[in-house]
């Protein structure tokens, strides 16, 4: 029998990577024509956008003035949107800046790096490095747009490896390995790609990018790019550096701190975190049991039947290792902040005007987060095994959104999600082994219904919450 899914996906895997980067090229090449193709209608009429704006503008503060809560509402959204079609606003261009000396700093270390070791090939770097000091907010001509699409994939890397060599041009005058050396590192590698996401993707509106942009902040530069900066150096042998990369931890806190940053900037609110005063207290309490017992239930359950192993635990085989418990936190911090916070976030507002919106984005945030899964082939997991974690996935991911939609208390599934990982992790590792039968088949799908089911009586609740019907 295949021991039980966590779900979570080993994201540092080199296979996985190389596929996953495959696939967000053609993704974002596809977006950037549609965005392409958008702006040159724009760019072509500008006086016609602009004096329909004004009679917009216009109308919509005649309501304002009449007392129309609306209004304000709308006038809002055009300001917003008027703030992206021209140019930037006072804090944009701070980070536009910050941004540009960042590169320049960044062409300075690569360049005495390749002095000191005599290595010309990286004059090559440097010069593309360089052409980011050109890039414009709103590029129009078409070698900026060729540029500002390049500059978008290429500082994703140059970034991280111009830290790589500052530490090795650096390493004979500077011991990293103290302890306040690793800690500025740390830190400077959590917030040293705000300037890039705000400068990049700052003004993105469009829904469907901003999705692929939290997908590629996720899996390219917090569980990618990041792992590139101490790779090959002194530190690259440090236990603690290791142990923090490896886990996915480090990339975990990097991914929290731009996710935030990026969804305040466009203009979406932070997890909430206040109980909803509309949950009711015996739903919570048998969420809270019920939680509990699945969780144990998942991760050490024994007997000699599947009835028995209900109530039969089995701990002999637990191993708490620091990498296993990091990485249970990877997972509940990361994912859930990428699918149950940016994704659904971002799909409730693209429904907006759906009458089941409150469906409609949990349904797809969570068959993205089981689909995500099906790259744990690349990582060596068996497909039969992917495949019962991508389903099982899927019924708890919907579950989590009930959840959080339910109760507004966004670190319940993030709590949750890091106790059935970490456990799961102690007991059998990060990739499920085994051979699948027909009875784990069963049992995920079993799973998957009593998961959906439940998510779909708390969605049920939500809605009829909101449409001030009846509600458990």
Known sequence: MAKRPGVSQPLTSKPLIFFNTIWYILLYEISTLIILHDELHFFKDKSRIFLNERRFLKNRFSIILK???????????????????????????SYFYLFKAQVIFNALIIFIYSATTKNLYLFGPIILNVLALYLKPHPEKIIDRINF?????????????????????????????????????????????????????????????????????FEFIA???????????????????GLMENSGFLGAIAFLVLILVIMRHWDYKFPKMRLSPDANLKVLILLLIVSIWFIMWNAFSGGNNLLTSFFTFNFSNVSF???????????????????????????????????????????????????????????????????????????????????????????????????LDTLVFSVSGQLMSGKVTLVDNILTILETLLFVAAAILLLVAVYNRRNKSFNF
């Open 149 to 217: 699409i390049f500059q978008l994939f290429f500082q994703v890397f140059i970034i991280a490896e111009s830290y790589y060599y500052l530490i090795n041009v650096t390493m004979r005058l500077y011991n990293w390995n103290l302890p306040s050396s690793v800690g500025l590192l740390l830190v400077s590698m959590v917030v040293m790609y705000i300037p890039y996401m705000i400068v990049f993707f700052g003004s993105v509106q469009n829904k469907v990018l901003q999705l692929l942009i939290s997908l590629f902040t």
């Open 321 to 419: 290792k620091p990498q296993y418990v990091l990485s249970g936190f990877e997972a509940g911090i990361a994912e859930e902040l990428l699918f149950r916070y940016a994704f659904l976030t971002i799909l409730l507002v693209a429904f907006k005007n759906y009458k089941y919106q409150i469906f409609y984005a949990p349904a797809i945030s969570s068959l993205c987060f089981g689909l995500i899964h099906l790259g744990n082939v690349s990582a060596g997991q068996s497909l039969a095994n992917t495949i019962n974690q991508a389903i099982f996935a899927f019924g708890m991911g919907l579950l989590m959104c009930g959840i959080y939609l339910y109760t507004d208390l966004f670190y319940l599934p993030v709590i949750f999600h890091i106790l």
């Open 223 to 241: 569980m990618g790019a990041l792992s590139l900066v101490t790779y090959g150096t002194i530190l690259y042998f440090n236990p603690f550096i």
């Open 67 to 93: 007392g129309n809560n609306g209004g304000v509402f709308l006038l809002n959204n055009l300001e917003f949107s008027y703030n992206n079609r021209f140019p930037t606003n006072n804090k944009d261009k």
